[in-house]
Structures are given as C-alpha cells and as structure tokens.
C-alpha cells in the first residue's frame, strides 16, 4: 500500500548519533586539563600568582562536573521513583527521558516497556477475573434455579429436568477444563508430543467426531459447544497420502475448536472446509478451515485470538454460547509447535490459516 502524501513517505527518519556515558566522561576530563592548562598558561604570561590560578581552576572544573553530575544522576533519581511506583502496583508512571540518546536513555525505554508489559498483564489479569466470574456465575446460577425448583417442588424431578441440570454441570465442567488448560499453557508445563501420521484419515476423523458430537448435543440441547447438524463439513487433503509431524492431541485442539468456531457462524445449511496442503518444508502442513458466514472485519482479526473474545456474527437465531476461550486455545496449541495462525483473505466467509513446521521450532 502507497503513503498518501504528506506523511513522511519515502523520507528517512534521521537516525540520532549515539553518545556514551564513557564518551561524556571523558570529555569532562579533557575539558577540565584544558581549563587548568589554559590557566597556566595565562598565569605564565600574565604573571599571575599560581595560587589564585589554582582556585579559578578547581571552580571552574567543579562547576563543570556539578552540571554533568547533574545531567546523569537526575534521570537516575527519575527511574528510582518510577520503579519503587512500580514495585507498589502503579504501572501507569513512566520515565522522561526515553529519547536521550546514551545509556540512560537505553534504560528509560527498558523501564518503560517493562511498565508497558506489566499494565497489561495486570489489565489481562483483572479481565481474566472478571471473565472467569461471569462465565462460571451464568451455569451456577441456571444449575441452582433448577435445584431449588425441584427441591421446592415445583418442578418435578423428571428426565428432562435433569438434562437441564447435566447441560448446566457439562458447561461448568467444559470450562474448568478449559481454564485447566490455559493454566498448563501459562506455567509452562505442557509437553509437545510430536509424530509423524496420516493427515486425510485423522482429520476424516476429527471431522467424524465434531459431527458425532453436534448431533448429541442437539438431541440434548446443550451448549457451549455448536449444536447445529444442518452445516455440512468438507474435507479437502491434497495428496491424499499427505503426512505430517505434530502432536496429534494438541492438533485435534485446534482443528476441533476451529470446526466449531466455523459452525457457530456459517449461514443455514452452509459449508465449512477444511483443506490441507504440503507446506514448503518436509512433514509441515498448511491447514486452511472456510466457512460461507459474514467473515470477519480486518480491525478485528488480531482480537479473535485473544481470551474471552467472542467474536460477532452467529447466524440468526443460533445462539453462540461458548466461553471465548476456543480460538485462544488453538492459538497455544500452534504456538507451541512453533506455527502460525491468523485469518487469512477470502472472498466470502472467514478463513483461518495454519501453518505447521515439519519439526517444531526450539521454544525460548
């Protein structure tokens, strides 16, 4: 995409000299000899007492190093206060001086990016509190009027009350999981068991089981999960003895979570497709998953990955109610094969890529 004019295109940012500390250092010292040796001379000359050329000297150099002094522990004292704020849960303080252009300046900007990161891992914590409370009150509290109905015998306790009380515990349950999951994912302590297997039989599976399941959780009108049997799944694996090098559990996480995010939102008896392709290196794989639905805006498709976003556009009448979490999920499980994942450009409908590494790429 071309700049419009006016904004800088094709003009280089200047690129600002670095000077060191040391550099500044030692300026100061060569400065302060040439003061005292200039002195000297003009006392030679002028027949000056050397005492007072001394005393001139020694105020000169110390007014000299006073304002340098000045000029580097002042930031110094800047980033002490922003740090002990720091250390007492105010990240909103940042520290001037991120422009200078020596070492100091290199530490204001560290400082303040860490600020930067700490804010929003604080922003993401309280969010993610919030979230959780709201997710969990919803089923608790449909679990618990159905209880009390029962025990105040209003209602009887009859299969069909019960069904509403197991879909409200399996939602409870799905997302203890869930959130399990993500726990596992932030301490760092789930293993990536990869191997190598058939791509077009594995996937006919998965797509075998998001069915098998559809159709259960229709009959028992459960959520959390889609429950719509009318959107037909397509599978697409070219060549059809493609292989690839993954872990098949964290894999099924993401095709699973993709196939019910592409449900939720495909039109009445719409289409999903889940295309697979060699990808450049051996035993990767480029895994493509389509819907027919209204797709999603290009402001937002960074935000879908994110925890607890639900994104818009379920089909008319069809209730999305999931957590969130799925497209965050399958975010992890790519991440920790060292792939990538993003919506993609389509000419209808969403399409999110995958891209697999035939081996998994060494994690920091």
């Known amino acids: 995409m071309s700049r419009p004019r006016g904004q800088g295109a094709g003009r280089p940012r200047p690129v600002k000299a670095k000077i060191s500390i040391k550099t500044k250092l030692g300026t100061l010292v060569v400065v302060s000899v040439f003061i005292t040796t200039g002195l000297l001379l003009v006392a030679l000359e002028t027949s000056t007492e050397l005492r007072f050329i001394t005393v001139f000297s020694v105020i000169a150099t110390l ?3 006073q304002f340098v002094a000045h000029g580097l522990t002042a930031p110094l004292d800047e980033m002490n206060r922003v740090a002990r704020g720091i250390s007492h849960g105010d990240f909103t303080r940042r520290v001037r001086g991120a422009d200078r252009r020596d070492e100091l300046g290199d530490l204001a900007c560290t400082i303040n990016r860490m600020a930067d990161d700490l804010e929003a891992v604080d922003r993401h914590r309280k969010e993610l509190v919030a979230n959780v409370s709201h997710e969990l009150r919803t089923p608790i509290a449909a679990l618990r009027a159905v209880l009390e109905n029962v025990v105040d015998g209003v209602s009887a306790a009859d299969p069909e009350t019960m069904r509403t009380a197991l879909k409200q515990t399996e ?7 869930t959130l399990l999951d993500l726990s596992r994912l932030d301490n760092g302590v789930v293993p990536l068991r990869a191997r190598r297997f058939e791509v077009w039989p594995y996937l006919s599976g998965v797509l075998k089981e998001a069915n098998l399941a559809a159709g259960r959780r229709a009959l028992a009108s459960g959520s959390g999960h889609h429950t719509r049997t ?11 003895e493609l292989t690839a ?13 993709l196939i019910d ?7 009445p008896h719409g289409r999903v497709t889940v295309r697979a392709r060699r990808g450049e290196s051996p035993e990767s794989l480029d895994l493509e998953v389509v819907d027919e639905g209204p797709g999603i805006p290009e402001p937002q498709r960074r935000q879908v990955f994110e925890r607890f976003n639900r994104g818009g556009g379920a089909a008319p009448g ?12 399958a975010r992890w499980a790519v991440d920790l094969h060292g792939g990538r994942i993003g919506v993609a450009e389509s000419a209808r409908g969403c399409r ?6 035939g081996v998994p790429s060494p994690r920091p």
């Open 171 to 177: 939602r409870l349950g799905r997302l203890v999981e």
């Open 63 to 65: 007014l000299i190093t």
């Open 261 to 267: 995010n592409a449900v939720k939102h495909s039109p």
């Open 318 to 329: 069809k209730g999305d109610g999931g957590t969130g979490l799925g497209l965050a999920i």
């Open 245 to 257: 090098h993954a872990d098949a559990e964290r894999l099924h996480q993401v095709v699973a979570n």
């Open 352 to 357: 999110i890529l995958v891209t697999l590494p």
């Open 230 to 240: 009318d959107v037909h799944l397509h599978l697409d694996v070219s060549p059809p």
